[in-house]
């Protein structure tokens, strides 16, 4: 088998493209376009065309196109005989080219029709934002996805090879033959998020038919005594992540995913939740690489519609196909652990939710029996749904797949609205024995169990229900200390999922504190971005990312956080999804004398604040923090903790700019080869290196050597478009985006400077 990649030479409406491809990115915003959920994107249909000569060596073949994802409901011809339809925007799916031409030309045509709005609740871009691969097979030879490597025993280390034909399989210079084996590994390496070590099977059918398989000797296994990766006690330290790259909207880069991940890493997090989709091929890469648990999710709904274009049209018919893609493509990326089959799903309070759930709990233990089944279950909108009170509908129940909602609804406000009032207390809307005996039959198909939003249930269940395994699998970032005690206390309590360690393009504004007024949800245009992650769409993190990541105990040292101080006498309207905005910077130009709110995060007994050397005075530190209030002054602020006997344990520091300020490009690599992706971080930054949070500029870019892809900030807020060249700072950072030229030099200069 011959596997190439089939990303260049295509156009979309005539326009020349490179895949992967967001055609939605750079369509005009507006508030009459969609809504916030979508951004204010409007959809489209985008026809995409590659001609290509199908070689002589293809007689004979079985040629399949691989594509990895396409948004959505795609239809692929080739040579005007259509092949295949495939809804589903988030699965991929694969296209035997029958009819092809050998030696003459070919065209193949994919329509993705994303026109109908709404049909997400969140950005999900539109055409072939995923990567387009021909397999070029000998017939009745092997197959994409079709060998299956699993671990029996981690000691000794022994795995197991399934191929639905005959095979040698070499590991190491381990070998055998067959289509079920299995093969000791000697001195074996395990996979894990520690220690991630890879192995590569190579998989002979034939003498010009073999593949690699990469995978990983891992074991997982579970109980109410906790979670085990090969026999050592996990605690899941999880954030949830839409698909979206920030400025590059929805297309998906291996360089992209592989910086998340790192990122990710860096900042603490071992573990990832798909939401509420599975994941992308580049983002299980990247999590085998670094070591990242995934929870990979199918969907987020079923037959009951949360928008009226959604896929809840299509899940009746799919969702076995679908399903079954997740899991086959999933089977040997080690850094998969759990597979969930849903998202804050309505269905099972009546009889039918409940079995299509345990259906899809079946389907997937039989393809793959090594890996836990979960849902991402609010235990409060089952409950609703059975008084007929549904959330995610604009105030209509919907039932059986009919939908009646109005045309550009937003399918998430209801439930925004609701969050937004009630706060953190929602954790608590599932503890009831009502609530309880309702969702108890659903929960009990589980292998382990999902709350979203739902702590309050934490304590109880080591009583109601003994053999019960779960985790916070949507959780707010602000409960993060609450919760971990709760980690660490209750064996059967696995981890905890934040929403949302990434920000996001849609869901405009759920989670930002604004300064400009208006309600903590369903923010007008041209709001853009959720503004709910601790880790911006930069890839820059907030206080809220370095207070994870010390009530983990990752922090040696205090860590300094400020809430802005460049809006004197404005409270901001704050949001359910998000504890604060401090940010980690103590330069704020002109502002001095401001009233300024600085969060110290520290897992010792007491902090002291220092600014410009002289004491602000020492606290006693509770649940990792530590709050001061004082006025800006710029310089220095210092934050020293001290343990219960008052020894000082360590220290940091926060500086302002100084002297001129300057336009800095640091590109994050310094070795590119042709067509790399590369991430080069724009600052505004004084003589001494530290970036200025309040001295945004507008600045437009020109790239010579590669092609820009994406150049724009995390600003939340904004009619700016990130495909033109030309964005504004915020506070005080940027980020673009360059896929490298032939030579593998690029040249970037900014021409509006400060």
């Known amino acids: 088998m011959k596997t190439?990649?089939?990303?260049?030479?295509?156009?979309?409406?005539?326009?020349?493209?490179?895949?992967?491809?967001?055609?939605?990115?750079?369509?005009?915003?507006?508030?009459?376009?969609?809504?916030?959920?979508?951004?204010?994107?409007?959809?489209?249909?985008?026809?995409?065309?590659?001609?290509?000569?199908?070689?002589?060596e293809w007689e004979g073949k079985v040629v399949l196109a691989e594509f990895e994802g396409v948004y959505k409901n795609a239809t692929v011809s080739l040579n005007g005989r259509e092949l295949a339809f495939h809804p589903y925007g988030y699965t991929g799916f694969f296209v035997e080219l029958e009819g092809l031409k050998i030696g003459g030309e070919n065209t193949l045509r994919v329509v993705a029709d994303n026109s109908k709005l709404p049909n997400s609740r969140w950005y999900s871009g539109s055409g072939i934002y995923r990567p387009v691969w021909l397999h070029v097979c000998e017939k009745g030879g092997l197959r994409p996805e079709s060998v299956k490597i699993s671990t029996v025993s981690i000691a000794p280390a022994v795995i197991r090879v399934q191929s639905p034909?005959?095979?040698?399989?070499?590991?190491?210079?381990?070998?055998?033959?067959?289509?079920?084996?299995?093969?000791?590994?000697?001195?074996?390496?395990?996979?894990?998020?520690?220690?991630?070590?890879?192995?590569?099977?190579?998989?002979?059918?034939?003498?010009?038919?073999?593949?690699?398989?990469?995978?990983?000797?891992?074991?997982?296994?579970?109980?109410?005594?906790?979670?085990?990766?090969?026999g050592r006690e996990t605690l899941l330290r999880g954030g949830c992540v839409h698909h979206d790259n920030g400025i590059l909207g929805a297309a998906?880069?291996?360089?992209?995913?592989?910086?998340?991940?790192?990122?990710?890493?860096?900042?603490?997090?071992?573990?990832?939740?798909?939401?509420?989709?599975?994941?992308?091929?580049?983002l299980l890469r990247a999590c085998d690489k670094y070591g990242m648990y995934v929870m990979d999710e199918t969907f987020d709904m079923w037959y009951n519609r949360k928008n009226p274009y959604d896929y809840g049209c299509d899940f009746n018919e799919w969702w076995e196909r679908d399903t079954a893609a997740m899991v086959e493509r999933?089977?040997?990326?080690?850094?998969?652990?759990?597979?969930?089959?849903?998202?804050?799903?309505?269905?099972?309070?009546?009889?039918?939710?409940?079995?299509?759930?345990?259906?899809?709990?079946?389907?997937?233990?039989?393809?793959?029996?090594?890996?836990?089944?979960?849902?991402?279950?609010?235990?409060?909108?089952?409950?609703?749904?059975?008084?007929?009170?549904?959330?995610?509908?604009?105030?209509?129940?919907?039932?059986?797949?009919?939908?009646?909602?109005?045309e550009g609804g937003n399918a998430s406000l209801t439930f925004n609205i609701m969050a937004s009032f009630v706060?953190?207390?929602?954790?608590?809307?599932?503890?009831?024995?009502?609530?309880?005996?309702?969702?108890?039959?659903?929960?009990?198909?589980?292998?382990?169990?999902?709350?979203?939003?739902?702590?309050?249930?934490?304590?109880?269940?080591?009583?109601?229900?003994?053999?019960?395994?779960?985790?916070?699998?949507?959780?707010?970032?602000?409960?993060?200390?609450?919760?971990?005690?709760?980690?660490?206390?209750?064996?059967?309590?696995?981890?905890?999922?934040?929403?949302?360690?990434?920000?996001?393009?849609?869901?405009?504004?759920?989670?930002?504190?604004?300064?400009?007024?208006?309600?903590?949800?369903?923010?007008?245009?041209?709001?853009?971005?959720?503004?709910?992650?601790?880790?911006?769409?930069?890839?820059?993190?907030?206080?809220?990312?370095?207070?994870?990541?010390?009530?983990w105990g990752l922090e040696k040292n205090p860590v300094i956080a400020v809430r802005p101080v460049n809006h004197?006498?404005?409270?901001?309207?704050?949001?359910?999804?998000?504890?604060?905005?401090?940010?980690?910077?103590?330069?704020?130009?002109?502002?001095?004398?401001?009233?300024?709110?600085?969060?110290?995060?520290?897992?010792?007994?007491?902090?002291?604040?220092?600014?410009?050397?002289?004491?602000?005075g020492r606290k006693k530190v509770r649940e990792c923090r530590a709050i001061f209030n004082v006025k800006y002054a710029p310089g220095t602020v210092t934050a020293?903790?001290?343990?219960?006997?008052?020894?000082?344990?360590?220290?940091?520091?926060?500086?302002?700019?100084?002297?001129?300020?300057?336009?800095?490009?640091?590109?994050?690599?310094d070795k590119v080869k042709p067509g790399d992706i590369v991430y080069i971080p724009v600052t505004i930054e004084g003589e001494n290196g530290v970036v200025e949070s309040n001295a945004d500029r507008k600045i437009t870019l020109r790239v010579e050597g590669g092609e820009l892809l994406a150049f724009g900030s995390a600003n939340p807020c904004t009619k700016e478009q990130y495909h033109t060249g030309t964005f504004t700072t915020y506070y005080g950072r940027a980020l673009t985006v360059v896929r490298a030229g032939e030579d593998g030099k690029i040249r970037v200069t900014v021409e509006d400077s400060i």
């Open 640 to 669: 020293v903790a001290y343990d219960e006997g008052g020894n000082e344990t360590g220290r940091s520091e926060l500086r302002s700019a100084e002297g001129k300020l300057k336009v800095t490009l640091r590109p994050e690599t």
């Open 165 to 230: 034909i005959p095979v040698t399989a070499e590991v190491s210079g381990v070998t055998g033959s067959g289509t079920d084996l299995e093969l000791t590994i000697p001195d074996a390496k395990l996979w894990s998020a520690e220690e991630p070590n890879l192995y590569t099977a190579k998989v002979t059918a034939g003498e010009d038919d073999t593949m690699e398989v990469t995978f990983g000797i891992r074991q997982i296994t579970w109980s109410s005594r906790g979670l085990f990766i090969n």
């Open 252 to 282: 998906t880069y291996d360089e992209s995913e592989d910086r998340r991940v790192r990122i990710m890493k860096a900042n603490g997090f071992n573990a990832i939740r798909s939401s509420h989709n599975p994941a992308s091929k580049a």
């Open 423 to 551: 706060g953190t207390g929602m954790n608590k809307g599932g503890n009831s024995p009502k609530v309880d005996a309702l969702t108890t039959p659903f929960l009990d198909s589980l292998d382990i169990a999902g709350y979203n939003y739902g702590s309050g249930r934490y304590p109880l269940e080591a009583k109601a229900h003994p053999d019960r395994v779960l985790f916070g699998s949507e959780t707010f970032p602000q409960d993060i200390w609450k919760n971990w005690e709760m980690v660490k206390k209750y064996p059967y309590l696995v981890g905890d999922f934040m929403w949302t360690a990434w920000d996001y393009l849609g869901e405009a504004g759920i989670g930002a504190w604004s300064y400009t007024g208006g309600m903590p949800f369903n923010r007008p245009y041209p709001w853009i971005l959720a503004g709910a992650g601790i880790i911006d769409i930069t890839g820059v993190p907030d206080g809220s990312c370095k207070y994870a990541s010390t009530v």
């Open 330 to 406: 999933d089977f040997n990326h080690p850094s998969v652990i759990l597979y969930s089959i849903g998202n804050e799903v309505a269905e099972p309070f009546e009889e039918k939710g409940i079995q299509t759930g345990r259906r899809m709990v079946e389907l997937c233990h039989s393809i793959d029996p090594t890996r836990p089944v979960t849902c991402g279950t609010n235990l409060m909108i089952i409950a609703r749904a059975a008084k007929d009170q549904g959330i995610y509908q604009d105030g209509e129940q919907k039932t059986g797949g009919d939908v009646k909602q109005k």
């Open 568 to 616: 004197p006498g404005v409270r901001p309207a704050k949001s359910v999804w998000r504890g604060t905005n401090a940010i980690l910077s103590w330069s704020w130009q002109g502002c001095a004398g401001n009233k300024a709110t600085v969060e110290v995060y520290s897992d010792k007994a007491a902090v002291e604040l220092f600014i410009n050397c002289k004491s602000q």
């Open 4 to 56: 190439v990649s089939f990303n260049t030479g295509w156009t979309c409406n005539g326009a020349p493209v490179t895949l992967p491809h967001d055609a939605q990115i750079t369509e005009t915003r507006g508030p009459e376009t969609s809504n916030g959920g979508h951004a204010y994107f409007p959809g489209g249909v985008y026809t995409y065309e590659r001609t290509f000569t199908a070689p002589a």
